[in-house]
C-alpha cells in the first residue's frame, strides 16, 4: 500500500495568514492527489482533484501543487471558515489511502 | 444538487451483520462508480471500497482488510448503493460515508460528492 504522510499533523495560524500543508508519498503517484477539508461532525469536501484542479465552488484562496511524491496545499489568506482538518488523498492505485490529517487551528 | 443520504447504522453485536444504504439524488446514479469509505472515532478517513457502474461491468474492490467480509453492491433503478458488513468486529466501530466517484481523462479518480455519514457501533 501507499503510505502519505502529511505535516505538520497540527498547525496553528490567524486569520489572513498564507498556510502550506505538505503530503508526501511513498512511492511516485505522478499527480494522482486530491485534497479534502473536514469540518467535526461533517463529511469531507473535496477542495483539489489531480494535484492543482480547484473543485467547483471552492474559494480561490486554496492551491494545490507538486507531483510525483511531495505535494502541498496552500491556502493563501486564512478566513474563518477555514479551520479545519485537511488530508489528503491518493487515487493512483488501490487501496486509496488518505493522509493521517492536519488539523487547522485558530491562533 | 447531488444528494447522498446513508442510513442502517445502528449498535451491533461482534460476529453480526449489518447492511447500510446509500440514497443518492441529483445526478444519473447508474452512470457513476459508488464508493463506501468509514472513519474511526477520532481517527482518518480509511477507503473501503467501490462498485463501478453497469458500463464497466459494475465490478468491485475492497481494502484488504474487509475483503471477504464487506460486499458492495447498486441498484441503479433505486439509485441506492449498498454496504453489506459481514461478521462485524468491534475494530469496524465507525461512520461511514458513502461517496461518489468521478474520473477524469479516463484515469484520475476523486471523490466529489459525500452523504452524511452513518455510526455503526459494534460492541457487546
Known amino acids: 500500500d501507499i503510505q502519505m504522510t502529511q505535516s505538520p499533523s497540527s498547525l496553528s495560524a490567524s486569520v489572513g495568514d498564507r498556510v502550506t500543508i505538505t503530503c508526501r508519498a511513498s512511492?511516485?503517484?505522478?499527480?494522482?492527489l486530491n485534497w479534502y477539508q473536514q469540518k467535526p461532525g461533517k463529511a469531507p469536501k473535496l477542495l483539489i482533484y489531480?494535484?492543482?484542479y480547484l473543485q467547483s465552488g471552492v474559494p480561490s484562496r486554496f492551491s494545490g501543487s507538486g507531483s510525483g511524491t511531495d505535494f502541498t496545499l496552500t491556502i493563501s489568506s486564512l478566513q474563518p471558515e477555514d479551520f479545519a482538518t485537511y488530508y489528503c488523498?491518493?487515487?493512483?492505485?488501490?487501496?486509496?489511502?488518505f493522509g493521517q490529517g492536519t488539523q487547522l487551528e485558530i491562533k | 444538487e447531488v444528494q447522498l443520504v446513508e442510513s442502517g447504522g445502528g449498535l451491533v453485536k461482534p460476529g453480526r451483520s449489518l447492511r447500510l444504504s446509500c440514497t443518492a439524488s441529483?445526478?444519473?446514479?447508474?452512470?457513476?462508480?459508488m464508493s463506501w469509505f468509514r472513519q474511526a472515532p477520532g481517527k482518518g478517513l480509511e477507503w473501503v471500497g467501490f462498485?463501478?457502474?453497469?458500463?464497466?461491468?459494475?465490478?468491485?474492490e475492497y481494502a484488504a482488510s474487509m475483503k471477504g467480509r464487506f460486499t458492495i453492491s447498486r441498484d441503479d433503478s433505486k439509485s441506492i448503493a449498498y454496504l453489506q458488513m459481514n461478521s462485524l468486529k468491534t475494530e469496524d466501530t465507525a461512520v461511514y460515508y458513502c461517496?461518489?466517484?468521478?474520473?477524469?481523462?479516463?484515469?484520475?479518480?476523486?471523490?466529489?460528492?459525500w452523504g452524511q455519514g452513518t455510526l455503526v457501533t459494534v460492541s457487546s
Open positions: 441529483g445526478f444519473t446514479f447508474g452512470d457513476d462508480a
Open positions: 488523498q491518493q487515487s493512483y492505485s488501490a487501496p486509496y489511502t
Open positions: 489531480v494535484a492543482s
Open positions: 461517496s461518489r466517484r468521478r474520473v477524469w481523462t479516463g484515469s484520475y479518480y476523486y471523490f466529489d460528492s
Open positions: 462498485i463501478r457502474s453497469k458500463a464497466y461491468g459494475g465490478t468491485t
Open positions: 512511492q511516485s503517484i505522478s499527480d494522482y
